[in-house]
């Protein structure tokens, strides 16, 4: 006689709630993820769902709700009781040791006294990198691998420590196009065999190419799960934020202007004292969106602080139009027409104070605004209110403090100030990073709008459909030099992603 029983649930979620303060992050959450498939969390930035992800992993304990796995009902109040369950997280940010190797990452916290077995555990995570097509060399050091190979390191981590249950948060944010393509392959290859994984994704084509089903989280509560092969990327938008995403971007053809930022042959150190910029050297003219592609950590953040005056410059030159601001200070690059958008906003704002300081934090020594500190705070209210409604900056009033605001708010606030100085040229970092699918359409619109102004920007994002969206053309950083310069076309994107990875660099006299 054959068992007909149907096969229970992988996870079963039911009634989960949590409260933060001020905060109901997760309402009545239920989630129902089946053995052996891949099924994709979405929703707006504090929708819930890392939230949800941390519960079940054992960061946070729920205050209502109950979780089984499969089929049976267990408490989960620490990590260590999700991996003895079979639970495995991939976070975002890597949990590494820079200065072990891959094997010592792996086995750390395991063993027993001072007993570590390091070649039986190299033997084993060479047959699971085997298996999985997880290539990484259980002997190199942490410090020595791109953020693929290190995401690798985690995963192996956690298939080492017997995890059928994976967690991946945003998984693809620090990848390269080839990277992302290997992952997915991987992930597919692992619910052959019986693995469930939970993706956390910012990225519709991510969802729609790997996931089976998805949920989408908004405002703390569940509004609907779907099986992707029945849905499309108009709809999970939609349903993320609540409203029609238009996903078309008028991005038309503007003959560029005169030379508004030239840099040549400039190298910086970093915070290590090695050479993170080496030589690097491109122009930006009026009306053009210049790209910097790259992966995490070749020499993006260098690059910013060289150019808006907060690390100094060992070699080369910088000129804005025709001024020389090599070693200008940030006050004088910006009288002189700069602005930034960094990519840790609120290092540009200050958190404690209203949005309406925070939009006059930059322009407040002038005299329409009162004199030294005494402001006229009738005029800052009513200039604060006019970028507010210009920016569509959802705010109850413009005497909220910024750090109550949403991340999408904080950056359509912080892009508000920069612009209202009408600058020569507007550095943008990491613009969208963290932001849903609607924020992100906002920026996005709020930067060509700029371009078709004639402003000049450089765009630097980890993001590559989002440098190939808004860039006219794209440089590709690696390693602290320019790999190439092209044109941001579809057929130019297999060669974009071979120059991050470091595998090709385009001769110059080909760079556009």
């Known amino acids: 006689m054959t068992d007909s029983s149907p096969t229970p649930p992988a996870v079963l979620m039911r009634g989960i ?46 205050d209502e709700g109950s979780i089984e796995i499969y089929g049976r009902p267990v408490s989960i109040h620490s990590p260590h009781d999700a991996i003895k369950l079979g639970i495995g997280m991939i976070h975002q940010q890597f949990r590494l040791v820079q200065t ?4 010592e990452n792996v086995i750390l916290g395991m063993g027993k006294g001072f007993v570590f077995r390091e070649k039986e555990a190299s033997e084993k995570i060479r047959e699971l990198s085997a298996r999985y097509n997880l290539k990484v060399d259980p002997d190199a050091y942490i410090w020595q691998l791109s953020a693929g190979e290190q995401q690798r390191v985690e995963i192996l981590k956690a298939l080492y420590r017997g995890a059928q249950i994976l967690i991946l948060d945003e998984p693809t944010s620090m990848l390269t196009p080839g990277e992302i393509e290997d992952l997915l392959k991987t992930l597919h290859r692992m619910t052959e065999e019986g693995h469930t994984i939970l993706f956390i994704t910012h ?50 053809q503007i003959q560029p202007g005169e030379v508004m930022l030239q840099v040549e042959n400039l ?28 992966v995490a950590g070749n020499g993006q953040r260098e690059l910013v602080e060289a150019l808006i005056g907060l690390r100094p410059v060992q070699a080369g030159r910088v000129f804005l139009q025709k001024d020389e601001i090599t070693h200008d200070s940030p006050r ?13 906003r609120l290092t540009a704002l200050v958190p404690s104070m209203s949005v309406a300081e925070n939009m006059v934090l930059k322009s407040y020594r002038q005299p329409a605004f009162g004199r ?24 109850p009033s413009c005497d909220t403090l910024v750090k109550l605001l949403s991340g999408g708010n904080i950056q359509r606030a912080l892009l508000a100030r920069e612009l209202s100085s009408q600058p020569r040229l507007l550095i943008a970092a990491t613009p ?8 992100t359409e906002t920026i996005w619109q709020i930067l060509l709008e700029q371009r078709r102004q004639g402003r000049a920007i450089l765009l630097i994002s980890e993001d590559l459909e989002e440098v190939m969206t808004l860039s006219d053309r794209v440089a590709v950083l690696f390693s602290g030099e320019i790999m190439g310069i092209v044109r941001s076309e579809a057929q130019n994107l297999e060669k974009i992603g071979l120059m991050m990875a470091g595998a090709f660099r385009l001769p110059q006299e080909e760079w556009v």
């Open 17 to 62: 709630t949590k409260r933060f303060p001020g905060v109901l992050a997760n309402d009545h959450i239920d989630l129902e993820v089946r053995q052996g498939e891949i099924h994709a969390l979405l929703g707006e930035n504090g929708a819930g769902k890392t939230t949800l992800m941390n519960i079940l992993y054992g960061i946070y304990h729920p």
């Open 332 to 344: 004088a690059r910006i009288e002189k027409g700069l602005a930034c958008v960094p990519s840790e």
């Open 267 to 294: 190298q910086a150190l970093n915070d290590k004292g090695l050479f993170a910029l080496k030589g690097i050297s491109f122009t930006i003219r009026q009306g053009e969106i210049f790209g910097i592609a790259g």
């Open 432 to 439: 969208t990073a963290g932001l849903d699918v609607g924020a």
């Open 203 to 252: 990225k519709l084509d991510e969802v729609t190419a790997i996931s089976h089903r998805v949920t989408i989280l908004r405002q703390g509560r569940v509004i609907a799960t779907l099986e992707t092969s029945q849905t499309n990327e108009r709809e999970l938008a939609r349903l993320m934020v609540g409203r029609e995403v238009l996903f078309r971007l008028s991005k038309e």
């Open 372 to 395: 030294g500190i005494l402001l006229d705070r009738t005029t800052v209210r009513s200039y604060s209110q006019r970028l507010i409604e210009q920016y569509a900056v959802i705010t």
């Open 100 to 103: 072990h190797t891959v094997v």
